[in-house]
C-alpha cells in the first residue's frame, strides 16, 4: 500500500527524481547563513582592534563617549544647515544677479535709442550695486579667460544661462574681489562687474564659528565635571591600594555620586571587619603564645631539677628548642604582619645589615651591585622576609648573593645561590605552608616548612610577590618583587 504525497511524510524531503532535497537545502542555509558568518568575523577583527586602540583610563573612555556623538552631531548639522544653507543663499544672491543683468539688457533693448543708455544703467546701477558699461560694435572674445570657477560663481553660470538667451563669458576681472561678466548684444559688448562678495552669505562662517566655539565651551564643562565624578572612583581606588598594602588611610571619606558612595562605604565596612578579625586573631595568638610557653618553661626547669647526668639531659633540651622554634615560627607565620607600622626604609642600607648579619653566623654571603632608594614598608616585616631567603639560601649553598634592581615599576631584591636548586614543577610547592620537599634542597631545613611562606607572606602585604628563577650562579635565584610607586600617605 503506496500512501499519496499528502499522506507520506518523507514525500516534501525528496525532489521529483525520488532523490533526497538535503543537499540543496544546506547549499541554501550555507548562503543564508554566509553574510552572518563574515558580520561575526569582522566584528571579532574590528573587536581586538577597538580594544588595541581603545584608552585604557576611565576619564579617557568617558570624553571619548561625550566627544564622539558631539563631534558627530556637529558634523551633521555642518553639512546640513551651513553647507545647505550656504547654497541656497548662493543660489538665491546668484539669481538675483542675473536678474538685474537681465533687467539691463531687457530696457536696453526695449528702450533703444529712445532713452540714453548712461541714464538707463545708472538707474539699475543704483538699485543693484553693479558696475555696468556698454562698449558699441564690440564682440566676445574668441577664447575665453582660463578662470578656475568654484561654488559661487558655478551657481552664477547656471542662473544666467536660465535668465538670458544671449551669449556670455566670465572675464578676468579688474580686482581680486570682482566678478566681470561679458554679454554679447546686437549692437555690442555690455560689460557687468559685481562684488565677489555678493555671491556669498556672511552668515555661514558665523555660524560655524559659533558652533565651534559652543561645542568647546561645552566640552571644557564636560571634562570638568567628568573629572570632578573620576576623582572619588581614584581616591577608592587609591585607598583600596593602601589598604592592600597594610597602610591605613584614615582621612579617607564616601564622596562623589551614589553608586561610589555605595561602594566607598562597602569597602569602609569591609576594612573594618578585617581589622577587627586582625586584632582578634592577634589577640588570640598572643594568648595562645603565652599558654603554650608556659608549659615549655616549667619542662625546662624540671629537667633542671630532675639531676640527670648531661649526656641525658641534653637530647631532652634539644627538643624543647625544637618545640619552641616550631612554636615562633608557626606564630610568625599566623600573626603576619599585624600591628607594625610603616616607614620608609633604605633598600641598600637594610640589604647590607642582613648582609653583615648572616656573615656573622659563618655563611658565605656578598652583597652584589644594589641600586639606592627608599620604599615605603614594614620595617621588620621586610627584614624577615630577607632574612628568611638569605637564610635557606645559605644553608644549601656554598656562595650566596644579594643585589637589588629597580625601574619605574618594581623593585626586585635578588638572592642567588649556586645549590642544588630546585626543580621548576615543584617550585610552588615550595610556598605551601608546613610543606617540605623531598630533594636535597629544602628551603626550610631545620625549621618546619614556614619559612618562604612567610616570606611570600610578607611581600604579597607589601603589594608584591616572591618567584623562583634559575639563578645565573647555578642554583636557585629568589626575587623579591615589590611596587615602586609613590610613598604612601604620610611618609613623604
Known sequence: MSLSPAEDPQAGARSEGGRPAGPGLKRWIRRLAAPWRTYMAWRRHSGGLLRQVAPRGLLARSLLIVIMPVLLMQTIVTYVFVERHTDTVTRRLASSIAGNIALAIDLH?????????????????????????????ASLPETPAAMGLFGGERTLRRELRYRIDQPFQFSDPPGPEDIEILVQLSDGLLVVVADRDRLFPSTGPLVLIWIIGATAVLLAVAILFLRNQIRPILRLARAAEHFGRGVDVPDFKPTGAREVRMAARSFLDMKDRLQRHIQQRTEMLAGVSHDLRTPLTRMRLELELAGLRPEDLEPLKAEIRQMEEMLQAYLAFARGQAGEPTGLVELDGLLAEVVAATVREGHAVEMGPAA?????????????????????????????RVSLTRDREMVRILVDDDGPGIPEARREEAFRPFHRLDEGRNLDTGGVGLGLAIARDIARGHGGDVVLEDSPLGGLRAVIELPAGPPLPGHG
Do not use: W, Y
Open 372 to 400: 639606592p632608594g627608599r620604599l615605603t614598608a614594614r620595617p621588620g616585616a621586610l627584614r624577615r622576609c630577607i632574612t628568611n631567603l638569605v637564610r635557606n639560601a645559605a644553608g644549601h649553598a656554598d656562595h650566596v
Open 109 to 137: 533693448e526695449r528702450l533703444g535709442e529712445a532713452v540714453a543708455f548712461e541714464e538707463v544703467m545708472g538707474v539699475v546701477q543704483a538699485k543693484s550695486s553693479l558696475a555696468i558699461r556698454f562698449l558699441p560694435a
